[in-house]
């Protein structure tokens, strides 16, 4: 029977007080980079906080589609794709403050962003190193220890602003690549008409 002891176990951590629940009320979900942790503080329903994540997972997936598959094909482009798609996989499902050292692989097309477009490349750069060091960790010791905790959970807004840093600067992230991918997918002319087939006359 161990599937469905390892289905209990699984469910008994996510479940409200278990050690993987990413409602606000659990302090030990502040390493957690995933959707939940967001959906969760507007939605207290497990059902309805998952079901949020998952349909913004796909509609940010859809947007990366599109945005890809009308992309000229290139090295830059392979490089944008694979760090916005890094990004991504973060979100749709459990993953902890660790897992953010995925982000090594946008290393190449942080450079690439970098050397074309100096404010957007700083940006990322900026946004990555935060994502990955985890500024909200010590936001929360700072906070618990002056006793502020129940006051800042009751404030929506502001305890996402400072307590759910990771999850908006990866959202934020996705959003500067896709504007990366979207920059660099216009061809210019002189390669359109490279494409021309030469006229016979």
Not at 10 to 38: E, K, Y
Not at 59 to 78: F, G, K, P, Q, Y
Request: with cysteine.
């Amino acid at each position: 029977n161990w599937l469905s002891t390892l289905r209990g176990n699984l469910s008994s951590t996510l479940n409200s007080g278990g050690s993987a629940d990413p409602r606000p009320a659990n302090q030990v979900a502040i390493g957690d980079t995933n959707l939940q942790p967001l959906t969760s503080i507007f939605f207290p329903d497990t059902r309805t906080f998952n079901f949020t994540a998952y349909a913004v997972f796909l509609i940010l997936l859809s947007l990366w589609i599109l945005a890809v598959a009308r992309s000229n094909i290139s090295l830059e482009m392979h490089y944008l794709a694979l760090a916005s798609l890094s990004v991504l996989s973060l979100l749709p499902i459990y993953h902890r403050f660790y897992d953010t050292r995925l982000l090594l692989l946008t290393v190449p097309a942080v450079i690439a962003v970098f050397q074309k477009r100096r404010a957007l490349g700083s940006l990322i750069l900026v946004l990555t190193v935060l994502a990955v060091v985890s500024v909200q960790y010590r936001v929360q010791d700072f906070i618990i220890q002056r006793g502020e905790w129940q006051t800042i959970l009751q404030h929506k807004f502001l305890f996402i602003l400072l307590l759910r840093q990771q999850n908006i600067e990866l959202l934020i992230l996705f959003g500067l690549y896709l504007v990366a991918i979207l920059g660099c997918s216009k061809v210019p002319q002189t390669d359109l008409d490279s494409l021309e087939t030469p006229s016979l006359v």
